[in-house]
């Protein structure tokens, strides 16, 4: 048998007990955020805010805790669209309790995530069939107000605000995006086609127009060095003529001829490679040559002073082209 100290120590370590389980019971923390439920004997009580609450040991109980942060839900869903193109979105739906509403939040709904789920598979199901598949990535943000306009309304009156509703993808069938791809990589070709084909142009154009003004500035160039040799042949002849008496023009253009026809013998012979051929190119055909050239220099000058005569006409009226040639001194 039990000595009276042991039955003593038996039951202060039974009253000890006692009295930490109902100190246990009796104390309870709640956390930031969050509301706790009370019940007594299985009726609703009062929603406990956070930090050390007390209940009466037994007989409340916390029977559940109710989430006042925002949380998120995605939402898988197959559906179709007008063009008959199987899709698989994603819809991200952030909802939260209503403080002033835990109660609805608690007891009307068994499960929320359940609930959420089927009107956004109600509402996707509804809209996007309506839309082509082109359509739904441009008015992807208008589907998601929808949905989350719909779903405030309705989750409401359960105690729960809908926050954000966001289409976060849109997948169609492997086949239809590699047909979309294969569309959009044609488009680009054949706008980068048609771009090489202007650039292409543009060149050939510019090209063109380079050449027809480097042929106008070269013709104006042979014109403007004829016009010179020819000027300053007329001021040589002169010259000669007035230093060495009794001399004619052809005198002069004969051995002005002579002079450029050895220095451009000299010439040719001083370059080791030429493809230079001077035909005929004996000195006796240098007459002809002479001839030749002191002919057209002739008509030239002429054409040039009845140009002049036409533009001043003579004061007397019967002047001709033959007043203005040159006259031998």
């Not at 706008?191 to 050449?211: C, N, Q, W």
């Not at 002579?258 to 005929?280: C, H, V, W």
Request: hydrophobic share 45%; aromatic share 6%.
């Amino acid at each position: 048998m039990l000595s009276l100290s042991q039955v003593l120590i038996f039951g202060a370590v039974a009253v000890g007990f006692a009295v930490i389980a109902t100190l246990a019971a009796t104390f309870f923390t709640v956390q930031q955020r969050t509301t706790a439920i009370v019940q007594r004997l299985g009726k609703f009580v009062r929603e406990a805010e956070p930090g050390l609450r007390v209940k009466i040991p037994f007989i409340d109980r916390v029977i559940g805790r109710m989430n006042l942060r925002v949380q998120q839900l995605d939402v898988r869903i197959e559906t179709k669209t007008e063009d008959n193109v199987f899709v698989q979105m994603v819809v991200a739906v952030q909802y939260y309790v209503l403080p002033e509403k835990v109660y609805d939040a608690f007891y009307k709904l068994d499960d929320a995530t359940r609930q959420i789920t089927s009107f956004v598979f109600d509402v996707v199901r509804a809209r996007v069939p309506k839309i082509k598949l082109d359509d739904v990535f441009e008015k992807k943000d208008e589907i998601a107000d929808i949905v989350k306009t719909e779903l405030a309304q309705v989750m409401e009156g359960f105690g729960y605000g809908i926050l954000k509703a966001l289409v976060t993808d849109i997948d169609p069938d492997p086949k239809v995006k590699e047909s979309m791809n294969e569309i959009n990589a044609a488009q680009r070709m054949r706008v980068a086609a048609t771009e090489r084909g202007e650039a292409d142009r543009i060149l050939r154009v510019k090209a063109a127009e380079g050449e027809a003004q480097s042929k106008a500035l070269q013709g104006k160039g042979i014109a403007d060095q004829r016009q010179a040799i020819v000027a300053g042949l007329r001021d040589s002849v002169d010259e000669f003529r007035k230093s060495v008496p009794g001399t004619t023009a052809q005198d002069v253009m004969n051995l002005v001829l002579m002079t450029q026809y050895f220095d451009m013998l000299k010439e040719i012979g001083a370059s080791s490679r030429t493809n230079a051929i001077l035909i005929p190119h004996s000195p006796g055909n240098l007459t002809t040559l002479t001839e030749q050239m002191r002919h057209a220099m002739m008509e030239a000058n002429l054409t040039v002073q009845a140009s002049e005569a036409s533009a001043v006409p003579n004061v007397s009226g019967n002047g001709s082209a033959a007043e203005f040639m040159p006259r031998a001194e």
